[in-house]
Nanobody
Framework: QPQLVESGGGLVQAGGSLRLSCAASGRTFSGYAMGWFRQPSGTEREFVAGISRIGGTRYSNSVKGRFTISRDNAKNLVYLQMNSLEPEDTAVYYC????????????????????WGQGTQVTVSS
């Protein structure tokens, strides 16, 4: 069972960039699809980006073209590069892992992920 720890959040001006990292414990990191979700204050958690075990990616429409998810299986890390940040991107960002046999599947629903990090705050000022 992986333990996930996010880092890289902070305060940035609109138009700026941040890179979030998620470090996963355990030896079977490559066996998990990984995802990033976010939860703005007072709203429900929403899918941001996901990456399958073999590197296929999916994005929400709100971040497509601005955010990039990637993974480094040798280092047990997954990243979320966020460019052209907008105040609407302000949220707590969570890393999640999903254990699926299908190596090409990228889950997009929170219910499909069984493991979660503690979250990291991203605040974008206007």
């Amino acid at each position: 069972q992986p333990q996930l720890v996010e880092s890289g959040g902070g305060l940035v001006q609109a138009g700026g960039s941040l890179r979030l990292s998620c470090a996963a414990s355990g030896r079977t990191f490559s066996g998990y699809a990984m995802g990033w979700f976010r939860q703005p204050s007072g709203t429900e958690r929403e899918f941001v980006a996901g990456i399958s075990r073999i590197g296929g990616t999916r994005y929400s429409n709100s971040v497509k073209g601005r955010f990039t998810i990637s993974r480094d299986n040798a280092k047990n890390l997954v990243y979320l590069q966020m460019n052209s940040l907008e105040p609407e991107d302000t949220a707590v960002y969570y890393c999640a892992a999903a254990n699926y046999v299908n190596i090409a599947y990228t889950p997009t629903s929170g219910g499909e992920y069984g493991y979660w990090g503690q979250g990291t705050q991203v605040t974008v000022s206007s």
